[in-house]
């Protein structure tokens, strides 16, 4: 059973580029988190993603939008890319109707460098 | 405000050793689950040890184990018999279920080394 996979897993782009993360969610799992790591930090969290809506969002700006697909797998994506959003992207998939956190599966994070 | 606080940036301990790592957090809400996770170089948080913030006995898992107070809003992780393989960073994180499957809320971590 595949766990929680993430591609790419390493970029590099130029300031004010887009990018495009994909994530794909643990077998049997219905919701999506992004959480942006940035080097020296702990996680934080961007949005959630079920049933193709958008269900709760951090402190982040529009430039990060979100999609997730019938599949449940999902996209992260940043618009007019800064420096300051050079981080560790982390997806994290789970059960919604589980709120004991039982189910939180994360993958291996997509590094993107911006320069 | 949901915050989590840890206090210690790096700790070293030698192998075979005992350490504990701290962790502070605060939020108003009264039910909530509790968890340490790892991240070593591969990146992938790796689940630990999990609290239900109802129970007042302490988690348990094998060489891991937690103080948690409650009232001080405090929990504590502290690894017995240190391996080479325990070298990582830690965070302490916490999610509330009060509408239902929330976001995780973390620390910024400690790096802990565990050295031959």
């Known amino acids: 059973d595949a766990g929680v996979t993430q591609s790419p897993t390493h970029l590099i782009k130029t300031r004010g580029q887009q990018v495009t993360l994909r994530c794909s969610p643990k077998s049997g799992h219905d919701t999506v988190s992004w959480y942006q790591q940035a080097l020296g930090q702990g996680p934080q969290f961007i949005f959630q993603?079920?049933?193709?809506?958008?269900?709760q969002r951090g402190n982040f700006p529009d430039r990060f939008s979100g999609h997730q697909f019938p599949n449940y797998s999902s996209e992260l994506n940043v618009n007019a890319l800064l420096l300051g959003d050079s981080a560790l992207y982390l997806c994290?998939?789970?059960?919604?109707?589980?709120?004991?956190?039982?189910?939180?599966?994360f993958g291996e994070g997509s590094w993107l460098t911006v320069v | 405000a949901q915050t989590v606080t840890q206090s210690q940036p790096e700790m070293s301990v030698q192998e075979a050793e005992t350490v504990t790592l701290s962790c502070t957090y605060d939020t108003s809400e009264n039910n909530y689950y509790l968890f340490w996770y790892k991240q070593p170089p591969s990146r992938q948080m790796i689940l630990v040890i999990r609290?239900?913030?109802?129970?007042?006995q302490n988690a348990t898992e094998n060489r891991f184990s937690v103080n948690f107070q409650k009232a001080a809003k405090s929990f504590s992780l502290k690894i017995s018999d240190s391996q080479l393989g325990d070298t990582a960073m830690y965070f302490c994180?916490?999610?509330?279920?009060?509408?239902?499957?929330?976001?995780?809320?973390f620390g910024k971590g400690t790096r802990l080394s565990v050295i031959a």
């Open positions: 994180a916490f999610i509330t279920y009060a509408t239902g499957n929330t976001p995780l809320v």
């Open positions: 993603y079920y049933e193709e809506e958008e269900r």
């Open positions: 609290q239900e913030a109802y129970k007042q």
């Open positions: 994290a998939s789970s059960l919604l109707l589980d709120s004991s956190g039982n189910t939180i599966y």
